[in-house]
T-cell receptor
Framework: DAKTTQPPSMDCAEGRAANLPCNHSTISGNEYVYWYRQIHSQGPQYIIHGLKNNETNEMASLIITEDRKSSTLILPHATLRDTAVYYCIVNLNFGNEKLTFGTGTRLTIIP | DAGVIQSPRHEVTEMGQEVTLRCKPISGHNSLFWYRQTMMRGLELLIYFNNNVPIDDSGMPEDRFSAKMPNASFSTLKIQPSEPRDSAVYFC?????????FGPGTRLLVL
């Protein structure tokens, strides 16, 4: 069972920051928060992950609350190519751990 | 790097026929995953291998499904006999660390 809750859909204007929330109230101390996205007709793509500190890479930023029960993925300047389904996944940080995908958030970037 | 390679990209077959899906993971990756995606069930893990050894096949729907990984650079997922409800997109992913890299998927239609 997926351990996360995400809104089913969101819209964001092109050029604005897209903030995607995720609730993971049952996360355990050694579990990480991962974000993947799936652009239409493609395989899922890794975005970012974190344990408790905020993380940033070339694609996005990840803000995790102090109690670790929720997080927000931030796409700082959304483009039309960011239109996709975004999945928030809680997982142990091992390469051979399976990913349990929920239903994700369908993000639509509006021109 | 060519990424994860899957073949065929599309497959149309008739009920009762054998279907073989193929995957070549990224060189150097030691974990390989097979996922299936349908509208009804979303993305679900079927089986994964670590160092060519099957670790968890609890997601394999039934005995009609089998997967092999004879060496580090090749894996197959076989369905025999195929049924219309097997119609889905099948993704292969590989990893060396905590990040999984997905292939483009095989779209299977069983008539």
């Amino acid at each position: 069972d997926a351990k996360t809750t995400q809104p089913p859909s969101m819209d964001c204007a092109e050029g604005r920051a897209a903030n995607l929330p995720c609730n993971h109230s049952t996360i355990s101390g050694n579990e990480y928060v991962y974000w993947y996205r799936q652009i239409h007709s493609q395989g899922p793509q890794y975005i970012i992950h974190g344990l408790k500190n905020n993380e940033t890479n070339e694609m996005a930023s990840l803000i995790i609350t102090e109690d670790r029960k929720s997080s927000t993925l931030i796409l700082p300047h959304a483009t039309l190519r960011d239109t996709a389904v975004y999945y928030c996944i809680v997982n142990l940080n091992f390469g051979n751990e399976k990913l349990t995908f929920g239903t994700g958030t369908r993000l639509t970037i509006i021109p | 790097d060519a990424g994860v390679i899957q073949s065929p990209r599309h497959e149309v077959t008739e009920m009762g026929q054998e279907v073989t899906l193929r995957c070549k993971p990224i060189s150097g990756h030691n974990s390989l995953f097979w996922y299936r995606q349908t509208m009804m069930r979303g993305l679900e893990l079927l089986i994964y291998f670590n160092n060519n050894v099957p670790i968890d096949d609890s997601g394999m729907p039934e005995d009609r499904f089998s997967a092999k990984m004879p060496n580090a650079s090749f894996s197959t997922l076989k369905i025999q006999p195929s049924e219309p409800r097997d119609s889905a997109v099948y993704f292969c992913a590989s990893s060396r660390t905590e990040t999984q890299y997905f292939g483009p998927g095989t779209r299977l239609l069983v008539l």
